[in-house]
């Protein structure tokens, strides 16, 4: 058993910094009960750990000192904390400091970083349950939860069914802790008829000014509720006292006015003598978390009120009858109902694996042998995984996982609404019940590859693993039943590599290879160490004889194409780089001063920069740029990455763009290189451009070699070899759209690959298994084709509330007509269709509130009364598999797709959940019985069945046919 955890937990104040909340010791002991209940469920009692709460301590250093502290705060306050209350950091593993004070963060960091984690800082404004589970998570050696959308970068914490993810997105409250109520007095709200802050309780006497005949009383905003803070013995600088309810009217006033303003009973405000306290506001300060800004006080009434109000109703009606500001006086922020009671949601089971506190063998069921040859299927039966079962209970496994479907074990588990996970919105009308797919990933984090709905028939494809998950029956509320499937990986289609030629040349590493408008390049080491250069005419499928510089070179070269240039490490591992031209003469080389174990990498870019990457001999990843052709070089950069490998790079010949990748252990990544140009320093004077990296994003891809990048028809691809030595290629690369793996079956390789792009083929170079050089072509047509883009018909379709518009269109769609039908379910407000296509943006269904939400039903076939209208589509048409939604953009809402082929004979149907942008795809079994060679009716229905609060839209870029060999 691992040695136990203990943390200190320790309020902290900044020597003279004012606070920004008003959080007691005795609150953060009920979080922190909090905290320690919910991972007694989620472990089943395992979590081995303790906790001590002191009471707030203000650095006795000064405030300069102390801004600068940043992540040495640690170090710095344990010998004063010793010292000053007898704190003894020997007791404790970990410290985590409660920061109260202008300028703090709202949510929480471990440091050092890099390094051991020890030290938490968390912002109090933040402070809730959740926050502190996920980062006590980090304690327990667990990463984060990403949603993943490879090949764009797995989005970091949108996980939302996972602690480890976006906390308390699914959290529910924890009625044991109440922050308003311990702080504040939560029962304020804003007046729809005057815009005042006004107090709703039981016995309070409401009277408004804007009230209508016959109705007396305020009427409150239902959407939020507002809990101004109790006064305390000093009110920090940019607060103000002296805010009074008035016991004639519920209003909120400013009790230091002379004559404390005008009632709407007569005379002025007077205080309630019901006992409540005198009350503060913070002014003139940006609203931090769970605050709203914009309030005033009138400067006719004196009462607190909303100047972006509908109604601003004064009870003085001179000059105006609305409320008018004090001049020259403060706008305040109020405080309201937050989240800081947030607990939840539970933690997924490979983060619950990680911890220990799931056991594999006890817990879980292993079923990658039947699905590892592949084509394989099998059936598992899950019980709700609601944490880590207790030690003894016995239940059917609470999680599946398999090994050798993907880069890394892929886990399968069910989840209801219920416990910490109560708070689960609906899958479907009627269910909360999901099933889930994870990717475990390198130091303890996971990617969600798929969630889908638990009623029966619901199915989901995990396009990187190349399975199907459907739901088979759902027995009870707790269990599930599925049926999942291996999908046969046939490899890269024969008609995709068109042509193979193999060179009588020998080289024990990697060719490198580029292109041209009228040549492809190709370079080696040779087994002599001497470096040799060939040229193709005719897309690679023939080579002239070799060039033989005296060059020499152990690792394997690199190639830029356009004006062809070549990068290579020398036998004394410094870098070079020349140009070839004419018949492959050298221009050049120049020698740089860097030196690598390894080969470069190198691109040019549409205005003929040159950019050179290497790995240091410490393994460092590092940069530097050419704007003269080569000859001179600058602005070199060392990457905070480590590299254990040569590096790729490529850029696209006709846009401004250019990317990396490279090798850590056996995973690979990829970014953006983004050159930034200072234009006041001149043209090759240090500092004008400046080397960074975009988003760093991991492929899920293994490897022992380094990998390779190409740009086609304005897409990236990568390739590699995999652990397995075949070769592969993947891309489109860094879009929204998943990619496709390419396998080139049977090739196989021990070192790695190189690719270029020409027309429309991309051209592979590869050392065989017997060291002889290769190169292979490959047919880039895609399969399946695009149904429709909304590039005509529809411009503007306006809902009214309740009540469902229909509109015809016809244009360049599938069977030349389209029949959009919108419901709009809100009682009040409107919804709206657009056609954007003079901005690309595709169909886009807007609700002007967030509300229960909207249905849109696209039709392909019978327009109106004519029923008889029929198709005539082969969907299969080009080998096409599935068929695809692309939703490129998503708001504020859930979305359930259901889709209906329907023939003359048969219906057929399919239905995903969709939670983020991105492509759909439905599988239907009819694809592969050959059965849609003649659909009469194709339907989409889009049923938008939950808000987060704000405004939703949905929008559709395009609907289309697909094949395996699409991305």
Same mark, same amino acid.
């Given at each position: ?41 989620? +472990?089943?009692?395992?979590? %081995? ?11 006795? /250093? ?20 010793? !010292? ?9 593993? *970990? ?8 300028? #703090? ?32 998570? *980090? ?5 984060? $939860? ?29 009625? &044991?802790? +109440? ?40 009427? $409150? ?14 009110? @920090? ?38 006992? &409540? ?42 000059? &105006? ?94 989840? !209801? ?20 797919? *994870? ?46 499937? @291996? ?25 490198? /290879?580029? @292109? ?31 060039? *033989? ?16 240039? /070549?990068?290579?490490?020398? /036998? ?23 030196? @690598? ?114 740009? !086609? ?106 029949? $959009?039908? #919108?419901?709009?379910?809100? !009682? ?21 509130? =967030? ?14 009364? =004519?029923?008889?209208? $029929? ?14 939604? %692309? ?46 060679? %003649? ?33």
């Amino acid at each position: 058993m691992a040695a136990p955890l203990r943390l200190a937990v320790v309020p902290m104040l900044a020597p003279t910094a004012p606070r920004l909340t008003h959080v007691t010791k005795s609150f953060v002991e009920k979080v922190m009960v909090s905290v320690r209940d919910y991972y007694q469920r989620q +472990s089943g009692g395992r979590a %081995n750990w303790s906790y001590q709460v002191f009471d707030w301590y203000r650095m006795p /250093i000064p405030q300069v000192e102390f801004e600068k502290l940043g992540q040495g705060l640690g170090d710095r306050a344990l010998p004063l904390l010793a !010292h000053d209350i007898g704190l003894n950091a020997s007791q404790f593993t *970990h410290f985590a400091f409660l920061l109260d004070h202008e300028g #703090v963060g709202s949510q929480g960091a471990w440091f050092p970083q890099p390094g051991q984690i020890k030290y938490l800082h968390i912002g109090a404004p933040s402070l809730s349950p959740s926050l502190l589970e996920h980062e006590l998570g *980090h304690m327990f050696g667990l990463g984060h $939860a990403f949603l993943d959308l490879f090949p764009s970068a797995p989005v970091e914490y949108e996980d939302y069914f996972c602690m480890m993810g976006r906390t308390g997105a699914y959290g529910f409250a924890d009625k &044991t802790i +109440s922050f308003k109520s311990d702080f504040g007095d939560p029962s304020w709200f804003l007046c729809t008829q005057c815009g005042t802050a006004f107090r709703q309780r039981a016995g309070d006497v409401s009277l408004c000014p804007g009230a209508p005949p016959g109705i007396a009383g305020h009427s $409150a905003d239902p959407k939020v509720n507002y809990n101004p803070r109790h006064e305390p013995p000093t009110p @920090s600088s940019d607060e103000e006292s002296s805010w009074r309810l008035c016991g004639n009217c519920g209003a909120l006033f400013y009790h230091g006015a002379a004559g404390h303003g005008q009632c709407p009973v007569g005379g002025g405000h007077q205080p309630s003598i019901d006992g &409540t306290p005198s009350l503060i506001l913070r002014y003139d300060s940006p609203p931090i978390k769970a605050e709203t800004g914009n309030w005033q006080q009138c400067v006719k009434c004196r009462v607190l009120y909303k100047t972006d109000s509908a109604a601003k109703s004064c009870t003085v009606a001179a000059p &105006t009858a609305e409320h008018e500001p004090v001049p020259a006086g403060h706008t305040y922020v109020l405080p309201f109902d937050g989240d800081n009671n947030l607990s939840g949601p539970g933690l997924c089971a490979p983060m619950l694996e990680a911890a220990g506190w799931l056991d594999p063998v006890v817990h879980g069921t292993d079923i990658g042998a039947q699905l590892i040859n592949r084509p394989g299927s099998t059936e598992v039966e899950l019980t709700w995984l609601r944490g880590a079962p207790a030690p003894g209970s016995v239940q059917t496994p609470v999680y599946a996982f398999a090994e050798g479907l993907a880069a890394r074990r892929i886990y399968f588990e069910f989840r !209801h609404a219920g416990d910490d996970d109560v708070n689960l919105p609906q899958s479907s009308p009627g269910t909360s019940g999901w099933v889930l797919v *994870h990717l475990q990933q390198p130091d303890n984090q996971a990617h969600l590859l798929a969630r889908l709905s638990s009623v029966t028939g619901a199915s989901a494809y995990v396009q990187y693993a190349d399975l199907h998950v459907r739901v088979i029956a759902e027995p009870s509320f707790n269990r599930v039943r599925l049926g999942i499937t @291996s999908a046969a990986r046939a490899g890269l289609p024969a008609q995709h590599l068109t042509s193979k030629t193999v060179l009588q040349e020998l080289s024990e590493v990697r060719p490198a /290879i580029a @292109s041209g408008t009228a040549y492809v390049a190709l370079a080696w080491t040779g087994t002599d160490d001497h470096l040799n250069a060939a040229i193709s005419t005719d897309g690679g499928r023939t080579f002239a004889p070799k060039m *033989h510089p005296v060059e020499k070179s152990g690792p394997p070269p690199a190639l830029a194409g356009g004006e062809l240039y /070549i990068a290579w490490t020398g /036998i004394d591992k410094r870098l070079n780089v020349g140009e070839l031209f004419g018949v492959f003469a050298m221009g050049g080389p120049v020698t740089l001063p860097e030196t @690598s174990d390894f080969g470069p990498a190198l691109a040019r870019d549409r205005d003929g920069k040159l950019f050179l990457a290497w790995t240091g001999e410490d393994n460092s990843l590092n940069m530097i740029l050419s704007t003269d052709d080569g000859w001179t070089w600058i602005e070199k950069k060392t990457f905070d990455l480590k590299s254990n490998d040569r590096p790729a790079l490529t850029s696209d010949p006709t846009e401004d763009r250019t990317f990396l990748a490279w090798r850590r252990e056996e995973d690979l990544y990829a970014a953006e290189v983004k050159l930034r140009l200072n234009k006041d320093i001149p043209e090759g004077s240090p500092g004008r451009y400046t080397l960074e990296l975009g988003e760093i994003r991991t492929t899920n891809e293994l490897s022992e070699n380094a990998p390779s990048l190409t740009v !086609h028809d304005h897409r990236f691809y990568l390739g590699w070899t995999g652990t397995d030595e075949t070769l592969n290629l993947s891309g489109p690369m860094f879009t929204p759209a998943l990619p496709t793996k390419r396998v080139l079956d049977p090739e196989r390789s021990a070192n790695d690959i190189d690719l270029t792009a020409r027309e429309d083929t991309i051209v592979v170079g590869w050392t065989g298994t017997e060291e002889t050089l290769n190169v292979g072509i490959m047919d880039m047509g895609s399969r399946g084709r695009r149904l429709d883009d909304f590039r005509t018909g529809v411009t503007h379709i306006v809902v009214p509330p309740t009540t469902t518009t229909v509109s015809f269109q016809t244009g360049s769609m599938i069977g030349g007509s389209r029949r $959009a039908r #919108v419901l709009n379910r809100h !009682h009040t407000a409107r919804a709206e269709v657009d056609l954007w296509a003079m901005f690309d943006r595709g169909l886009e269904l807007q609700l002007e509130q =967030a509300h229960d939400g909207a249905t849109l039903e696209l039709v392909y076939g019978p327009t109106g009364d =004519a029923a008889g209208l $029929a198709l005539g589509l082969d969907l299969t048409q080009g080998g096409a598999d599935r068929l695809r939604v %692309n939703i490129s953009q998503l708001g504020g809402v859930g979305l359930n797709i259901d889709a209906w082929l329907v023939t003359k004979s048969r219906l057929s149907s399919a239905t995903a959940f969709v939670g983020v942008r991105g492509p759909v795809d439905f599988l239907f079994t009819d694809f592969d019985q050959g059965l849609l060679s %003649n659909v009469d009716r194709l339907v989409f229905q889009f049923d938008v069945f939950r808000s987060t609060g704000e405004k939703p839209t949905l929008a559709i870029d395009s609907i289309e046919t697909r094949g395996p060999a699409d991305g």
